[in-house]
C-alpha cells in the first residue's frame, strides 16, 4: 500500500449517489508522514471504521468483521449508531473491503493485550508497534470473540463519538451558536433555543473538512439508547428466501467447477496417478495437480498437502471424475500412524514429562502433596474434533493476465488475501478478494488452504473455477481441534478448602489461560508437555478453553464428591476472592432451582468457565430413561460485561451450547493408516432436534467490559453434562466422546444412538 | 431433455439423467437457495419439496422428477409481497444464524405444516431429524415453527370457530 496521509484517511469523499463518506475514520497508516504527530497524543485511542452518510441521511457502519451468523456486524453498527445517536431505522451496516486499511490493528491490540487497559504514558509508543504489526500481518480476523469486545470497543464506539462530536462542530459554525447547546437524536441536530433542528447530511460535507478526536466523549452506560436492546439483525431477512449470497452462490461468467482429493494420509503425496478414465467422464474438462503449499503466518498459517483437482462443466461431473481416478498415495511413513499410537505417544509423553512448562507454579506443590491427608487423582482424555460447518469448504477464482479475482467467505480475508499472492507470486494488490456470508466458521476458515487451491486450480485451466470441496474432503481435510490427555492431583482440605492442585497436558495453543482454574488454591501447578502433532491442528470455536473446560471443571467436581460436598455449595467457597464468577455461578443456580431435588434417575451438573472475555455457569438437568441419556434442559448465566443485543448474545449462547454438547456427545474424529476415518454426517454426528434440550439463558451485565459471545458459552457445556450424568448414574466419565461410555436418548422412545 | 415443474414453471434441462436434482437447480437453472450440505441425504440442507413433501435433492436423480412439481426456497413465499408464515415467523423469532441450512429447514418445516397444520413437539422433532443445524438453532425453529403454526390456524379459522382452538 502506498503512503498514507492525513487528508486521505480523514477527509471525506463523495460517494456515487451524491452521498458524504465521513471522514472519521482513520486509521494513520504510515508513520513515516506527518501522520505520526497524530499519534503521539497522550492516551489517544485511535479509530478503526468507517462511517457514511448518504443524501437520505441514510447512516452506513462500515465494519472489519465477516459475519458466519454471530452477528457482529450488527453489534458493531449499534455501538457506532448509538455514539453517533443515529435514528436506528436509517442505519445500514456494510463489511469492510479486504485492503490494507482495514487491517486489524484494533485486533491486535486486543490480542496481544488481553484487553489490558494500559498505562496512558505508553499508549503513543503501543499504537505506533501495533499499527506496524498489523499491516505487517494482514490481520482482519473474525475469530476470538473479538469483534464486539475489541473493534466495537476501541473502534466502532470512538468512531460514532468523533462523528457526532465533528457534526456537531460544524452546526454550531453554520448557526453561529455555542457547541454545548446543540444537542443530537435521531440522526438529526437540534438548536432548541432558535428551533433550529437539520438531518446530519446537512453538515456531513462540513464535518468530514476537520479533524476528529482520538478521544471523544463516550456516553455512559445510562445513556445507551441503542445498545443493549435486542435489535433484528441486518442479515436474517436474506437469509430465509434464498437470496443471502454465499460463496458457493457465486456465479462468475464462463465459470467452471472443479473438486478435490488431497493427500488423505497427512504428510502424503500422490504416488502413482492415472487419470484416462476420469478424463472420459461426460463434462470432464481437465485433471490437474495440486502441488504442496504452505503460508507461514503469525496467524493461520498451514501447510497442505498434494492434491489431486477435477475439472468439469458442473460439480457433479467433477465429483464422478475424482471418483473415477486411479490414484495411489505414498505417506512417506506417516502410513502406520493410528489413532492408538498417537494416544501411546501422548501418554509416554504425558508419563515422561519431558520439557514440562509450567502454566503457572505457586505456593510448595510437592511439600503439601506430601503431607496431605486427602489426595485425588485423575486422567482425562478428549478426541480430535472436525469443525464441519454447514457448508463445506468452496471458493471461485479467477486468475488471468497477472491478476487474481477471488470470492470466498472466510475469517480473515486480508491473511488469505495475502495467502493467495504470495502462492501465485503476485502483488497483493494484484489480488482483489469478495468476502462472502460464511455457512459457519468456527475456527476452519481462518486458514486460506482452500483459497489457495482454487487460485492454483483457475491459472492451470485459464478461467473462473469453483473449486467446490465434498463433505468427505472436508471432514479429512480439517485442521482439528487437538485431541490430547490431561492429568490431575489435587490436595483436599477437609475443611473443603483446596489446598494443592496439579495438572499436566500434553499441547498447548491458546489462549494461554485455558487450562486456569478461578478456584482458590493455595499451591497450584499447571503445566503442558510439548508435543509434535501429525495430525493438522487448528482453533476449533473456543480453541483451547474447549478441553480444559472439560478437565478442570469435571475435576473439581471429583473433588466435590471426594468430599462427599454439594458441587455448586463446594465451588461457591472457592470462589470468595472472584465476585464476579460467584455472581454468575450463584445465578445459574439458582434459576436452575439447585437446591430443588431431583427425582430418582435425573440429576444436575454445574460447571463454570471463564472464556473470551465473558464468564459462563452452565447447569445440566438430565433423565436417565430406559438407561438412555435424555438431557432435560440446559440453564446458563453468563456476565456478558454489558450485552450490546442480548437476544444476539442470547443466541451465541445457545448456539455454542448445542456446540458444546454434540461434541461432549458424539464427536470424534480417529485415524487409521495415517488418514481420518470419519467422512460426513452418518458417522461424526450432529445433535439433532430431538435431543437438543431447551436452553434459558440469564444475561448478567456487571458493568464490565463487554465480553465475547461467539465461544463463551461453549467450554461449560462438556463438563456441565458430565458433571449431570454423574449426579444421576454415580458414573465419572473422564474421556470424550460421552457415546462410548453411556448410550444417550435421541429424543424418540426407543432408538438409541 | 427433461422437464421440471419448478415453483410453477415449466423447465426443460439438458443433463445426464442421474445427475442428482439439486445440481441442476443450483448449476443450470441458477437457483441458489437450495445449499449443498453433504451429498448423501443426512444433513437435510438440500431440502426442496416433490410433489408437497420433503426431498433431499442431492440425492434425487433428474429423471425421478420428470413432470413432477417441485418446490424450492425460491418459491415458498404466498406471493412476490407475501412471505410464507413461517418467513415470518423466521425473522421475528431471529432463528437464522450463519444461516446455511435454513433454506432446508424452512421447506423441512413447509412440508410438516401442510400435512399437519397443528404439530405437537414430537411431530415437529419428527419432521425435523433429517435437517441438521450447526448454529444449533433447534430452539429457535422448534419455536417459529409453532408461530407460523398458529398464525396459519388464526387465518384460516372464522372468528367463531377460532375459540375452540387453544393452541397452535
Known amino acids: 500500500m502506498g503512503k498514507w496521509t492525513r487528508r486521505a484517511f480523514i477527509s471525506a469523499g463523495v460517494m456515487a449517489g451524491g452521498g458524504i463518506l465521513v471522514g472519521v475514520a482513520i486509521r494513520p497508516g504510515n508513520l513515516a508522514d506527518q501522520v505520526e504527530d497524530e499519534v503521539a497524543g497522550e492516551g489517544e485511542t485511535l479509530v478503526h471504521a468507517y462511517v457514511k452518510i448518504d443524501q437520505d441521511n441514510v447512516v452506513t457502519a462500515i465494519v472489519p468483521h465477516s459475519e458466519m451468523g454471530q452477528g457482529a456486524q450488527t453489534a458493531l453498527a449499534q455501538m457506532l449508531a448509538d455514539e453517533l445517536d443515529a435514528d436506528w431505522s436509517k442505519v445500514r451496516v456494510e463489511e469492510a473491503p479486504a485492503r490494507a486499511e482495514y487491517s486489524h490493528y484494533s485486533i491486535g491490540r486486543g490480542y496481544l493485550l488481553g484487553g489490558a487497559e494500559l498505562p496512558s504514558v505508553i499508549v503513543p509508543t503501543f499504537e505506533g508497534v501495533m499499527m506496524r504489526l498489523s499491516d505487517s500481518l494482514d490481520l482482519q480476523v473474525t475469530g476470538g470473540s473479538m469483534s464486539v469486545r475489541v473493534t466495537g470497543t476501541y473502534g466502532m464506539r470512538v468512531a460514532g463519538a468523533a462523528t457526532r462530536d465533528m457534526l456537531k462542530r460544524a452546526a454550531a459554525k453554520s448557526w453561529d451558536v455555542p457547541f454545548d447547546d446543540i444537542r443530537t437524536e435521531n440522526s438529526t441536530l437540534f438548536h432548541d433555543a432558535s428551533g433550529r433542528a437539520e438531518p446530519y447530511i446537512s453538515f456531513a460535507e462540513a464535518a468530514s473538512e476537520m479533524r476528529p478526536s482520538y478521544v471523544p466523549k463516550l456516553k455512559e452506560t445510562n445513556d445507551f439508547g441503542i445498545m443493549g436492546k435486542p435489535v433484528q439483525r441486518f442479515d436474517i431477512p436474506s437469509k430465509v428466501d434464498g437470496t443471502a449470497q454465499f460463496a458457493l452462490d457465486v456465479r462468475v461468467p464462463n465459470m467452471v467447477y472443479a473438486t478435490v482429493q488431497r493427500s488423505p494420509i497427512f504428510g502424503g503425496q500422490i504416488k502413482k496417478l492415472d487419470d484416462s478414465a476420469a478424463r472420459v467422464v461426460k463434462g470432464v474438462l481437465d485433471v490437474i495437480q495440486v502441488p504442496k503449499i504452505g503460508f507461514d503466518s503469525f496467524l493461520g498459517g498451514f501447510t497442505a498437502d498434494e492434491t489431486v483437482a477435477v475439472v468439469a462443466d458442473g460439480y457433479w461431473a467433477a465429483n464422478r471424475g475424482l471418483r473415477a481416478l486411479d490414484v495411489q498415495w505414498e505417506g512417506n511413513g506417516n502410513e502406520t500412524m493410528s489413532s492408538a499410537s498417537i494416544r501411546a505417544r501422548q501418554d509416554m509423553e504425558l508419563a515422561e514429562a519431558i520439557d514440562r512448562k509450567a502454566d503457572i507454579d505457586t505456593g510448595d506443590t510437592e511439600s503439601v502433596f506430601a503431607d496431605a491427608e486427602n489426595v485425588i487423582s485423575a486422567d482425562y482424555r478428549v478426541p480430535y474434533l472436525a469443525h464441519s460447518c454447514m457448508e463445506p469448504l468452496n471458493a471461485t477464482a479467477d486468475v488471468r493476465d497477472g491478476k487474481c479475482e477471488i470470492w470466498i467467505g472466510c475469517q480473515n480475508p486480508l491473511g488469505f488475501r495475502r495467502a493467495v499472492a504470495d502462492a501465485l507470486g503476485f502483488k497483493e494488490k494484484d489480488v482483489t478478494l469478495h468476502n462472502l456470508f460464511m455457512g459457519g466458521g468456527f475456527g476452519r476458515k481462518s486458514r486460506a488452504d482452500w483459497a489457495v487451491q482454487a487460485a492454483l486450480i483457475s491459472r492451470a485451466v485459464g478461467r473462473p473455477v469453483q473449486l467446490i470441496w465434498s463433505r468427505e474432503e472436508d471432514m479429512r481435510q480439517d485442521y482439528y481441534r487437538p485431541g490430547l490427555p490431561s492429568s490431575f492431583r489435587a490436595a483436599l482440605g477437609q475443611d473443603g478448602s483446596l489446598l494443592a492442585w496439579e495438572n499436566t497436558y500434553v499441547g498447548k495453543m491458546e489462549p494461554v489461560e485455558a487450562p486456569l482454574i478461578p478456584y482458590s488454591a493455595a499451591a497450584q501447578n499447571i503445566g503442558h508437555v510439548p508435543s509434535e502433532s501429525y495430525v493438522p491442528l487448528g482453533a476449533w470455536r473456543s480453541v483451547d478453553e474447549s478441553q480444559h473446560g472439560f478437565f478442570t471443571e469435571c475435576f473439581i467436581d471429583e473433588c466435590a464428591a471426594a468430599l462427599g460436598a454439594d458441587p455448586f455449595a463446594y465451588r461457591a467457597a472457592l470462589l470468595k476472592d472472584k465476585p464476579r464468577h460467584l455472581a454468575v455461578l450463584e445465578r445459574a443456580a439458582q434459576e436452575a432451582g439447585w437446591n430443588t431435588p431431583l427425582g430418582e434417575g435425573r440429576g444436575r451438573g454445574i460447571a463454570l468457565k471463564e472464556s473470551f472475555g465473558s464468564i459462563v455457569a452452565e447447569v445440566a438437568e438430565v433423565s436417565i430413561v430406559d438407561g438412555e441419556v435424555v438431557i432435560d434442559r440446559i440453564v446458563l448465566a453468563a456476565d456478558a460485561g454489558f450485552a450490546v443485543n442480548p437476544d444476539g448474545f442470547a443466541a451465541q449462547m445457545e448456539s455454542g451450547v448445542i456446540y458444546g454438547l454434540t461434541a461432549a456427545i458424539y464427536g470424534e474424529i480417529t485415524i487409521e493408516d495415517g488418514a481420518v476415518v470419519q467422512s460426513n454426517f452418518h458417522d461424526y454426528q450432529a445433535m439433532r432436534m430431538s435431543a437438543a434440550p431447551p436452553i434459558e439463558t440469564h444475561i448478567i451485565n456487571s458493568g464490565h467490559k463487554p465480553g465475547g459471545a461467539g465461544e463463551p458459552g461453549t467450554p461449560p457445556a462438556a463438563p456441565a453434562l458430565a458433571n449431570a450424568i454423574f449426579a444421576a448414574t454415580g458414573k465419572r466419565i473422564r474421556e470424550l466422546p460421552l457415546h462410548h461410555h453411556i448410550p444417550f436418548s435421541t429424543g424418540f422412545s426407543g432408538v438409541s444412538s | ?168
Open chain 2, 1 to 168: 431433455m427433461i422437464t421440471l415443474n419448478i415453483n410453477g414453471d415449466r423447465k426443460t434441462v439438458d443433463a445426464d439423467p442421474d445427475t442428482p436434482l439439486l445440481w441442476v437447480i443450483r448449476e443450470q437453472l441458477a437457483m441458489t437457495g437450495t445449499k449443498f450440505g453433504c451429498g448423501i441425504a443426512q444433513c437435510g440442507a438440500c431440502t426442496v419439496l416433490i410433489g408437497g413433501t420433503a426431498a433431499r435433492a442431492c440425492v434425487i436423480p433428474l429423471s425421478n422428477v420428470n413432470g413432477r412439481e417441485v418446490t424450492t426456497i425460491e418459491g415458498l413465499a404466498i406471493d412476490e409481497n407475501t412471505p410464507h408464515p413461517l418467513q415470518e415467523a423466521w425473522i421475528e423469532h431471529q432463528t437464522p444464524q450463519c444461516g446455511y441450512c435454513q433454506s432446508g429447514q424452512l421447506m423441512a418445516a413447509a412440508a410438516l405444516l401442510r400435512r399437519n397444520p397443528n404439530p405437537t413437539d414430537d411431530d415437529i422433532n419428527r419432521a425435523m431429524e433429517g435437517n441438521i443445524c450447526r448454529c444449533g438453532m433447534y430452539g429457535r425453529i422448534k419455536a417459529a415453527i409453532k408461530t407460523a403454526a398458529a398464525q396459519m390456524a388464526d387465518e384460516t379459522l372464522t372468528p367463531a370457530a377460532s375459540e375452540e382452538v387453544t393452541d397452535g
